[in-house]
């Protein structure tokens, strides 16, 4: 079986599929890149590169805010790791208020649909499957993304990082998720584009297919256990249920 084949016939074996979405569905690296510019402005500290963000992006807001306050923070040479961790920690919540004002402000401007998303999600709709956004972004900014770019009306359920008590790539979010469409997690399909989406669905017992374009925290997707990679979602076409 080619690799065409069994990502043929993995589709057959699914009923839904929960798509993720920064790095998926949509490219909002340069989203990052302006409302944590922004917010470092706002706190006089040094500005961050997208190539720095890129590999910082997929774990949730909070996560992505320590990691650019760690990286902005360190001195040349290497501060003790207890002292930076400290600093960062006397930062989070101005820069915490300032980046949600910033990335609410902004939200989808400086984003774009990645090619192929649109048909990859009329395809998998078309064919009968049910369909969840799963993201760790948090659920407000989700659901206004998805809502700028015209993407909302695929999907039964938005389910943002903080919909549930823990984010991927812990499996509680997907396993929710499953609960909340009525399909088994072997039978739902898990769409990602980095290793937290795949450790989450092999934990949760789903089959997980990943883009090979996203946002994988600076490594190549295809190092990541998954069952298939695609190029663009334009490559799913499902057969009808
Ligand atoms: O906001 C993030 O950390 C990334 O979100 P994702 O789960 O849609 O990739
Ligand atoms: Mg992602």
Request: hydrophobic share 45%; net charge neutral.
């Amino acid at each position: 079986m080619d690799a065409r084949q069994a990502l043929d016939a993995l589709l057959r074996r699914v009923d839904g599929a929960m798509v993720d979405l920064d790095g998926t569905l949509v490219d909002t690296l340069g989203d990052f890149e302006q409302a944590l510019n922004r917010m470092l402005a706002d706190l006089h500290l040094p500005g961050i590169g997208a190539g720095e963000i890129e590999r910082m992006v997929g774990k949730g807001s909070e996560h992505l805010l320590r990691a650019v306050l760690g990286h902005v923070l360190a001195q040349p040479g290497g501060a003790d790791p207890q002292a930076r961790e400290a600093a960062v920690e006397a930062r989070f919540a101005p820069a915490w208020e300032r980046y949600q004002h910033h990335y609410r402000t902004l939200n989808g401007q400086f984003a774009t649909v990645y090619p192929g998303a649109l048909e990859g999600l009329r395809a998998l709709r078309g064919a009968g499957l049910r369909l969840v956004c799963l993201t760790n972004k948090p659920q407000a900014f989700a659901e206004a993304l998805l809502r700028a770019k015209g993407l909302e009306g695929f999907f039964e359920r938005v389910f943002g990082g903080d919909a549930f008590e823990r984010k991927k790539p812990d499996p509680l979010p997907l396993l929710r998720a499953c609960e909340a469409l009525g399909t088994a997690p072997a039978r739902t399909l898990m769409l990602g584009d980095s290793s937290n989406d795949a450790r989450a669905a092999r934990a949760a017992g789903c089959p997980v297919v990943l883009v090979s374009y996203g946002y994988n925290h600076g490594r190549p997707v295809r190092e990541v256990d998954a069952d298939a990679y695609v190029d663009t979602l334009a490559e799913l076409r499902p057969a009808p249920r």
